[in-house]
């Protein structure tokens, strides 16, 4: 008998829907239709059409409830932001604080990042792409669900121009070394801004979460990664 799983892509994230709120719901109905995007896998996101020029496109992996995004995307209207989260409370968090602070700069999918990274994106079309504190899978029969392996930076290598900036953070300790392991194996690809093996500084542009500021006061490290397309 075939495993039903042997065939089924390994998942980075567990799919835990949540309640929404009210205002979530309505955010769903009223606001999705004018930030989100209704991608078709096996079609390639015109991101001059989504955001209605040419402008610089970043890219933030798993945005959570959308805080940072949304930061981001006030500091920098010249910028465009795409965002890519699959639970359904954090999108709906991300597009309230959209409407709050009369951002039109920032587009949403609800979708799995890897497969929007593979087939949804066209060569050298991104400026940049975050990944902040992404699951870290702690337990060692889970690693293989971290979601930046070699794989993932060479699809990631694929969608950044020339001189993109590829921006990782995370709390855990470990999965830091791990992935700052990845991006060294791929010094073909990308040059580390911080020198062979290191860490960068936290930059001054990448806002502080509250979930970060908590740590801060328990005594959490932060490790930045800050690497550029060669």
Same mark, same amino acid.
């Given at each position: 008998m075939t495993d039903p799983d042997h065939h089924r892509p390994i998942r980075s994230y567990v799919l835990r829907e949540g309640r929404l709120t009210?205002?979530?719901?309505?955010a769903f109905g009223e606001l999705w239709p004018r930030f989100g995007v209704d991608w078709a896998p096996g079609t390639v996101l015109d991101l001059p059409?989504?955001?209605g020029d040419a402008r610089p496109v970043v890219l933030e992996i798993g945005f959570g409830n959308g805080e940072t995004l949304a930061e981001l995307a006030a500091r920098h209207p010249e910028r465009g932001y795409l965002g890519i989260e699959v639970h359904r409370p954090g999108v709906g968090h991300l597009l309230l604080q959209l409407e709050?602070?009369? @951002?039109?700069?920032?587009? +949403?999918?609800?979708?799995?990042?890897?497969e929007v990274l593979t087939h949804g994106l066209a060569p050298a079309s991104l400026a940049g792409v975050y990944l902040f504190?992404?699951?870290?899978?702690p337990k060692t029969r889970h690693h293989k669900r971290r979601? @930046?392996?070699?794989?993932? +930076?060479?699809?990631i290598a694929r969608v950044l121009r020339p001189g993109g900036l590829f921006?990782?953070?995370?709390?855990?300790?470990?999965?830091?070394?791990?992935?700052l392991a990845v991006l060294g194996d791929a010094a073909d690809l990308f040059e580390n801004a911080a020198g062979p093996g290191a860490y960068a500084p936290r930059p001054e542009d990448r806002p502080l979460t509250r979930f970060e500021r908590r740590g801060q006061r328990l005594g959490h490290e932060v490790w930045d990664l800050v690497f550029h397309r060669r």
């Open positions: 009210r205002g979530q719901e309505r059409i989504l955001f709050k602070r009369a @951002l039109t700069n920032v587009r +949403v999918l609800r979708h799995d990042a890897i504190f992404p699951d870290p899978w979601i @930046l392996s070699a794989d993932v +930076v060479r699809l921006h990782a953070a995370t709390d855990w300790g470990p999965y830091a070394a791990q992935m």
